[in-house]
């Protein structure tokens, strides 16, 4: 089992930054795929960004093309913790924020039905 605990969400203006936390607990084999998603009322949950934790590909990452150069995921050397570093924020990144654990697979993916371990969320309001 995993639990997920995210925190760091607010409101910040246009241009801003925020750095969002995922405290993971639970067995690492489970946890060698995490994920940050975002959702709004009425859309599908968006993956923004995945990072992997353990093994030969540690710390090898992939974004979401609406987030490229702006967000930065990464893990502390305890591995019990993943951030979001989310800078130059615009109005559309306003969501609420969910991290993600799954055990890797063949690699790690930014689907939400590839993920069984969901934090409760975290929202993210930008405004103009």
């Given at each position: 089992q995993v639990q997920l605990v995210e925190s760091g969400g607010g409101s910040v203006q246009t241009g801003g930054s925020l750095r969002l936390s995922c405290a993971a607990s639970g067995d690492t084999y489970n946890?060698?795929?995490m994920a940050w998603f975002r959702?709004?009322?009425g859309k599908e949950r968006e993956g923004v960004a995945y990072i992997i934790t353990t093994g030969p590909w540690t710390d090898v990452a992939d974004y979401a093309d609406s987030v490229k150069?702006?967000?930065?995921?990464?893990q502390d050397n305890a591995k019990t913790t993943v951030y979001l570093q989310m800078?130059?924020?615009k109005p559309e990144d306003?969501?609420?924020?969910?991290?993600?654990?799954?055990?890797i697979a063949v690699t790690c993916?930014?689907?939400s039905g590839d993920y069984r371990y969901w934090g409760q969320g975290t929202q993210v309001t930008v405004s103009s």
């Open positions: 946890k060698k795929c959702q709004v009322p150069g702006r967000f930065s995921i990464s800078n130059s924020l306003t969501a609420m924020y969910y991290c993600a654990a799954e055990r993916s930014l689907r």
